[in-house]
């Protein structure tokens, strides 16, 4: 059974920093692009950040400076580093991981809040 669980969300005043973790099992996680995407309250969900097994990443324009994302592959986790937040980065944060291979091996965290307000 593939499990992709979050955590570390939570309030925090803008400026602040908050560091997000993906816990994967199931999975060859090394055959496995893994991302971050977000969902604001009445928005789609949208991309922030995917890192390849060859630690290849890729910024959402919203994030880039600020947001920095990095895998084990020895503990199967990701990792999300968000510095200099803002008040629209407030967002439900999901993990995500997509085979390299097979796009259609496409699997979800349950999404952890992140709310950044004063």
């Known amino acids: 059974q593939v499990q992709l669980v979050e955590s570390g969300g939570g309030l925090v005043q803008p400026g602040g920093s908050l560091r997000l973790s993906c816990a994967a099992s199931?999975?060859?996680?090394?055959?496995?692009?893994m991302g971050w995407y977000r969902q604001a309250p009445g928005k789609q969900r949208e991309l922030v950040t995917t890192?390849?097994?060859?630690?290849?990443?890729n910024y959402a324009d919203s994030v880039k400076g600020r947001f920095s994302i990095s895998r084990d592959n020895a503990k199967n986790t990701v990792d999300l580093q968000m510095n200099s937040l803002k008040p629209e980065d407030t967002a439900v944060y999901y993990c995500?991981?997509?085979?390299?291979?097979?796009?259609?091996?496409?699997?979800w965290g349950q999404g952890t809040q992140v709310t950044v307000s004063s």
């Open positions: 995500n991981a997509v085979h390299v291979g097979f796009r259609s091996l496409t699997y």
């Open positions: 199931g999975i060859s996680f090394r055959l496995y692009i």
């Open positions: 890192i390849t097994n060859g630690n290849n990443t």
